[in-house]
């Protein structure tokens, strides 16, 4: 027979173990960095120390990379251009040069090619992106509703977003509760968003 306070621990849940640094084992906050693990293409939480070590190319060859923290707001993009074919893709650049598209679906992040003048002509137009750190950062363009914006993120605010449309998505146009968590995500990037790269999560 179950005890009162097996029933307390049920109805609260069980509690989570503290998220701990990928790579020394250290405790970590709530608000942590992250390291892209390039052969399973994930993201591996670190804590300060860890990740300036792997800022520095030295450190980890291509096994690792340092996921950058900016968010930045970029101007010039042509959404039609890139052959965007929903209101929301993001846009990362690989190490060889090429540019991969996804967008995020109630089945994960769909994929396609951007052609190479496509990628080129978004570039001129804004310059901005010629700075765009390969693997680990994104341009993420977003034309749902009355938004027309285009942000340098971080990877992970990427994947943040294609679980955030899958956890939410009903129906076959995925119904009003993915409408507005998308349009949550985008108003936290907005509010914490600023041109010199950094950002406040509320």
């Given amino acids: 027979m179950k005890t009162a306070a097996l029933e307390r621990t049920i109805r609260r849940g069980w509690p989570q173990p503290a998220e701990r640094c990928a790579l020394c084992g250290t ?3 709530d608000q942590h960095s992250h390291l892209l693990e390039t052969a399973r293409q994930a993201p591996v939480c670190t804590c300060p120390a860890c990740h300036l070590l792997f800022e520095r190319p030295t450190a980890s060859p ?3 990379l340092a996921i950058p923290n900016r968010r930045i707001p970029v101007e010039g ?3 039609a251009e890139l052959g965007i074919p929903v209101g929301l893709a993001f846009f990362t650049l690989h190490s060889a040069g090429e540019v991969e598209a996804r967008y995020p679906s109630p089945l994960g992040a769909t994929r396609w090619d951007v052609p190479p003048e496509a990628w080129a002509g978004t570039i001129r137009r804004a310059p901005v992106l010629s700075e765009l750190a390969p693997e680990v950062e994104a341009l993420l363009v977003n034309t749902t509703a009355s938004r027309r914006s285009a942000w340098i993120v971080p990877v992970t605010d990427c994947y943040r977003l294609v679980g955030l449309v899958r956890q939410h998505w009903e129906g076959l146009s995925g119904g009003d509760r993915v409408r507005t968590e998308t349009a949550h995500f ?9 041109s010199d790269g950094t950002h406040t999560r509320r």
């Fill in 27 to 29: 405790a970590l906050a």
């Fill in 186 to 194: 985008f108003d936290e990037l907005e509010e914490g968003g600023n």
């Fill in 77 to 79: 993009v042509v959404p």
């Fill in 62 to 64: 291509g096994r690792f």
